[in-house]
């Protein structure tokens, strides 16, 4: 009860909106239940000053929106159905008053399946699930997708009406089902661990809220299909990329690059899980490119120092992942990877063939003006550094940036 009332509500939502939007929108589908949440907190910012932080914020905060749906719905003049959804939310009501977490992770679950649907197309999928269950705003997921707000706001909206329209079922699939749809649900939760690592803008360089919640994903995939090695490898590498999340910043949030970081804050407990899941990964099936950027992240693991990091596993690895993978942003780090190996400026040459591809990510103009300063063309780094730190959106890595500039020369 002595919290501040907006630091607690703050904290609320960041930790468990995923949670309460999915238990709301299993009864009150999508544009109700962010309604509702949306007027429970505008409550609460009324209401938390005046009287205290409650017990439970996030049970007092759905307490709330579901009170708010069943209003809507009164409202709404559907009198049958209200009268059989209203006595359905007063059973959850109860149950989420007794023990506020009893049902909402299968909640998740099937809300991400839903987002997931086939029948929605697949970029459709990644933006709904960053949208409902990472709590991204809407702006934020189109500078994600590079498209106009408005463009996104229809696309969201569009895919609400066709799983509603369409009668898309809010469920799990069935066992026989799950192969197929499982593959797309491994990509979105990629992608949300991926706008948690940096992520697209804000003052801080991770978001790990998000990170908790894809990791917490992944391991509810790993549950439910603890045979299919594609979801033990994504496990793997999720959690061989976050055990080294306290090192990567540093006391006022600046990230520190993976040479200078004290690996002694790394996770060892993490690095051990990561491991064991990318080898039982191994023994499920063939390798996936989830398992090749696992292993990547596991050889940086094992060396006690920068210095000792076996660069050419690295590179073959990459080499692996390149040959699976069509992507700019992988030839990127393999390119960089071989500054070590076969030295800045062929590393330089690779980086620069991929300028059409990444001319509008901060991370192509870093690599380029890192090996640009290694080459001792300083006026050509410090114009590259400028450059990447125009294009981020990220404070935490704008600062990062800066400060590597100012070491140029």
Request: charged fraction near 25%; charge should be negative.
């Amino acid at each position: 009860m002595g919290d501040d009332p907006r630091t607690a509500l703050a904290h609320t939502l960041r930790d468990e909106r995923a949670r309460m939007l999915a238990a709301l929108v299993r009864r009150w589908g999508f544009d109700l239940a962010e309604e509702c949440l949306d007027a429970a907190v505008e409550h609460a910012l009324r209401q938390w000053p005046a009287e205290g932080v409650p017990t439970s914020p996030r049970a007092w905060l759905l307490a709330v929106a579901r009170r708010r749906a069943i209003d809507a719905v009164r409202h709404r003049a559907m009198a049958d159905e209200a009268h059989h959804t209203v006595r359905l939310c007063a059973d959850d009501l109860a149950e989420a008053l007794e023990d506020p977490a009893r049902h909402l992770p299968d909640d998740r679950l099937r809300l991400l399946f839903t987002c997931c649907h086939p029948a929605l197309a697949p970029e459709t999928q990644v933006a709904l699930a960053l949208r409902w269950l990472s709590g991204l705003s809407t702006d934020d997921v189109a500078r994600a997708f590079c498209v106009p707000t408005a463009t996104m706001a229809q696309r969201l909206t569009r895919a609400k009406a066709k799983i509603e329209g369409a009668g898309i079922p809010y469920e799990v699939p069935g066992r026989d089902e799950l192969p197929a749809r499982l593959a797309r649900v491994l990509e979105v939760i990629y992608a949300i661990f991926n706008e948690s690592y940096v992520a697209t803008s804000g003052d801080a360089l991770t978001r790990v809220d998000l990170a908790r919640e894809a990791l917490r994903l992944a391991m509810l995939a790993v549950e439910l299909m603890p045979a299919e090695a594609t979801a033990h490898a994504l496990l793997a590498l999720l959690t061989l990329v976050h055990a080294r999340h306290d090192a990567r910043t540093d006391a006022d949030g600046t990230p520190v690059s993976l040479e200078d970081q004290d690996r002694t804050r790394w996770d060892a407990d993490a690095l051990a899980r990561g491991r064991a899941h990318l080898l039982h990964s191994l023994t499920l099936g063939p390798p996936s490119p989830w398992t090749y950027e696992a292993a990547i992240h596991a050889v940086h693991g094992d060396a006690p120092r920068y210095a000792d990091t076996d660069f050419a596993q690295i590179v073959a690895l990459y080499d692996l992942l390149a040959a699976r993978v069509d992507s700019p942003v992988v030839r990127l780090n393999a390119a960089v990877a071989r500054a070590h190996t076969d030295g800045p400026a062929e590393a330089l040459a690779r980086v620069e063939r991929l300028a059409n591809e990444l001319t509008a990510h901060p991370s192509f103009h870093a690599a380029r003006a890192d090996l640009l300063a290694r080459l001792g063309r300083v006026d050509e780094a410090r114009a590259a550094w400028d450059r990447a730190i125009a294009t981020t959106r990220n404070e935490a890595e704008r600062r990062f940036l800066q400060r590597r500039r100012a070491r140029v020369g």
